[in-house]
T-cell receptor
Framework: GEDVEQSLFLSVREGDSSVINCTYT??????LYWYKQEPGAGLQLLTY?????DMKQDQRLTVLLNKKDKHLSLRIADTQTGDSAIYFC????????????FGAGTQVVVTP | GAVVSQHPSRVICKSGTSVKIECRSL??????MFWYRQFPKQSLMLMAT?????????EQGVEKDKFLINHASLTLSTLTVTSAHPEDSSFYIC??????????FGQGTRLTVV
């Protein structure tokens, strides 16, 4: 089946930029998502990108997609303490919209 | 975005009892809902796909007789953990797919079996 991999931990200083990386294996057209999960809570959709796009920006969030390398990144500008959470990369394909393959999650810790 | 409500948010039950978790789409109809399980410090793993009016499709390794799924209406799917044991303690999350294909997640249910 498809695999989604991401780094497990990231520490960043408040005010700096965070970059979370993810790789995926499915080569078909797909949507790629970033979700945020705070302790004991559900998933909050941050942003998504279709695989025919290279970049998407939404306020402090920038998603970059390198389709050739199947590499996805999420950049958070001006990281705040409220950004401390676990970030999941996920993919979903047209033949099974809404059914996600998740990465293991990257724990982001923002220090003052 | 669309709202998916999951209930209860936390439940503690005795070993051997059954627990029902509800997943409701509040402002849209969902012919398809998904149930995930998340163990501590791990990712979400898909358990099953719940289809309105038909049987659920379970992922490999998930016991369908233990995790009963009912999707009797376009806005409600339920997951019943039967004869729960401590190893079933986990965080269960549902998602509901709306007509455009986007899926929205519930807030999750923390199940503790003692």
């Amino acid at each position: 089946g498809e695999d989604v991999e991401q780094s497990l931990f990231l520490s960043v200083r408040e005010g700096d930029s965070s970059v979370i990386n993810c790789t995926y294996t499915d080569s078909s057209s797909t949507y790629l998502y970033w979700y945020k999960q705070e302790p004991g809570a559900g998933l909050q959709l941050l942003t998504y990108i279709f695989s025919n796009m290279d970049m998407k920006q939404d306020q402090r969030l920038t998603v970059l997609l390198n389709k050739k390398d199947k590499h996805l990144s999420l950049r958070i500008a001006d990281t705040q303490t409220g950004d401390s959470a676990i970030y999941f990369c996920a993919e979903s394909t047209p033949d099974s919209w809404g059914k996600f393959q998740f990465g293991a999650g990257t724990q982001v810790v923002v220090t003052p | 975005g669309a709202v998916v409500s999951q209930h209860p948010s936390r439940v503690i039950c005795k070993s051997g009892t059954s627990v029902k978790i509800e997943c409701r789409s509040l402002d849209f109809q969902a012919t398809t809902m998904f149930w995930y399980r998340q163990f501590p410090k791990q990712s979400l793993m898909l358990m099953a796909t719940s289809n309105e009016g038909s049987k659920a499709t379970y992922e490999q390794g998930v016991e369908k007789d233990k995790f009963l799924i009912n999707h009797a209406s376009l806005t409600l799917s339920t997951l019943t953990v039967t004869s729960a044991h401590p190893e079933d303690s986990s965080f269960y999350i549902c998602s509901a797919r709306e007509g455009t294909g986007n899926a929205f997640f519930g807030q999750g249910t923390r199940l503790t079996v003692v």
